[in-house]
T-cell receptor
Framework: GAVVSQHPSRVICKSGTSVKIECRSL??????MFWYRQFPKQSLMLMAT?????????EQGVEKDKFLINHASLTLSTLTVTSAHPEDSSFYIC?????????????FGPGTRLTVL | AQSVTQLGSHVSVSEGALVLLRCNYS??????LFWYVQYPNQGLQLLLK??????LVKGINGFEAEFKKSETSFHLTKPSAHMSDAAEYFC???????????FGKGTLLTVNP
């Protein structure tokens, strides 16, 4: 149980285009999901908290107009990188906790490798 | 506020040797502590977690970690390294019900034959 998927696993796009990444909880409902960015050989940096039915909460320094988050259902959150530029190239990972699990355990998706040319 | 410090960005051991990956944390409230493993180009897999029950926590793949409040540590160990253990390991702390995790910078484990 507690499987999280991401789609696509890898995407290459041209500078200036927008890219949408999906994060799905396959066997549980997730009222909250998290989006992280990981640069090569670095740790995960939390970008934003996605809340079902309400606005996302962004971490300091993350542009909310550039990284659009939509949590339209209890099993799906999407991250759209708008007007992508080469510096947005990174590994994007989502995670979700089990609702009611007070241990705060998060289950991670397999990640999406974004390359902006 | 909470933080995690992983001592040693790279640890190299021989196959069959003891694995010790160090993690120290800082938290203003009783923490929940986690170790995750990441293989290349993959997401994170939970190895084990401490949630204020037993201080010695056993996880998957033969790993275990001991919570030591007096030392604010949560070091990860495995008695005998296997080639398949080669990966990046992240220690993380959560200090409340907001589910936010704060990660350490990670430790790359290399296992030599």
């Amino acid at each position: 149980g507690a499987v999280v998927s991401q789609h696509p696993s890898r995407v290459i796009c041209k500078s200036g285009t927008s890219v949408k990444i999906e994060c799905r909880s396959l066997d549980f409902q997730a009222t909250t999901m998290f989006w992280y960015r990981q640069f090569p050989k670095q740790s995960l940096m939390l970008m934003a908290t996605s809340n079902e039915g309400s606005k996302a909460t962004y971490e300091q320094g993350v542009e909310k107009d550039k990284f659009l988050i939509n949590h339209a259902s209890l099993t799906l959150s999407t991250l759209t990188v708008t007007s992508a530029h080469p510096e947005d190239s990174s590994f994007y990972i989502c995670s979700a906790p089990l609702a009611g699990d007070l241990s705060d355990t998060q289950y991670f998706g397999p990640g999406t490798r974004l390359t902006v040319l | 506020a909470q933080s995690v410090t992983q001592l040693g960005s790279h640890v190299s051991v021989s196959e069959g040797a003891l694995v010790l990956l160090r993690c120290n944390y800082s938290s203003s409230v009783p923490p929940y502590l986690f170790w995750y493993v990441q293989y290349p180009n993959q997401g994170l897999q939970l190895l084990l977690k401490y949630t204020s029950a037993a201080t010695l926590v056993k996880g998957i793949n033969g790993f275990e970690a001991e919570f030591k409040k007096s030392e604010t540590s949560f070091h990860l160990t495995k008695p005998s390294a296997h080639m398949s253990d080669a990966a990046e390991y992240f220690c993380a702390v959560s200090a409340g019900s907001n589910y936010k995790l704060t990660f350490g910078k990670g430790t790359l484990l290399t296992v030599n034959p």
